[in-house]
């Protein structure tokens, strides 16, 4: 594998260790790792099943029921399917630092500023806990506005909704994307300051060196590689 720049690493993975997988299934040994995609490969060889943000639900309704479950790494999204769900989940205390960082108090400034506005929260997000009552409060002024989504549910619903003002809680990157491939829409970031440094350190020159080089190369130990894809390939048979 190649990596355009070696430090562009990620606050969420680095918050769970494999040896933090094990710890657990010692004292669980009939229970289950659900791992959501922002991990190393080597926390993915030790999980059972691998998950994105658009199907960590799924994957954990598809399990089978009276075992116990470890989500790892990401608290507000591990809380979110807990919720969804109502599966005793035990959820890992991790976080990513662009995502934690958007808050409650953020979301009641952009719905005073844009009370026209759907809102498209992204379930990593700290706010994801309030915005779960906006979306779901009768008669509230953004009842039926407010989406917690993926980022490729994102993206569908701001094409498909006859909403015109949207306000995104996530990285900000994603807003470039949402304003290309609608651009009689507005898209308003939750918070400005949304941004990943880590994501940021991939730019198109190095992206171009990296192709032309081949190189810097990340490679995976073949017996981690087997496993991780092990867990891939039972989140993909659940679909
Ligand atoms: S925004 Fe950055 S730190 Fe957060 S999950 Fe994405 S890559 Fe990791």
Redesign the pocket.
């Known amino acids: 594998m190649l990596i355009p720049d070696l430090d562009a690493g990620?606050?969420?993975?680095e918050t769970v260790r494999p040896a933090d997988v094990r710890t657990w299934r010692a004292t669980h040994p009939d229970g289950l790792v659900v791992a959501y995609v922002?991990c190393s490969a080597a926390v993915k060889a030790e999980a059972d099943y691998c998950c994105t943000s658009g199907n960590a639900v799924a994957v954990v309704r598809a399990l089978p029921p009276d075992v116990p479950v470890l989500f790892v790494p990401d608290f507000f999204l591990g809380s979110h399917v807990r919720r969804i769900t109502g599966r005793a989940l035990d959820v890992w205390m991790g976080e990513?630092?662009?995502?934690a960082a958007l808050t409650p108090a953020d979301v009641e400034a952009r719905r005073r500023e844009y009370p026209d506005a759907e809102f498209l929260v992204h379930p990593?997000c700290g706010c994801v806990t309030s915005t779960m009552y906006y979306a779901s409060a009768d008669g509230d002024v953004a009842a039926g506005r407010t989406h917690i989504v993926s980022t490729e549910q994102m993206t569908e619903r701001a094409r498909t909704s006859p909403a015109r003002r949207f306000v995104v809680a996530t990285?900000t990157g994603v807003l470039h994307r949402l304003r290309r491939e609608n651009p009689d829409k507005q898209f308003h970031a939750l918070a400005e300051s949304a941004e990943?440094r880590?994501?940021k350190l991939i730019t198109l020159e190095k992206l171009r060196d990296c192709l032309r080089d081949l190189k810097p190369e990340v490679v995976v130990p073949p017996d981690v590689a087997v496993r991780a894809r092990r867990a891939i390939d039972r989140m993909l048979a659940i679909g």
Request: aromatic share 8%.
């Open positions: 990620c606050s969420l993975a922002n990513c630092h662009v995502h990593e990285e990943c880590f994501m």
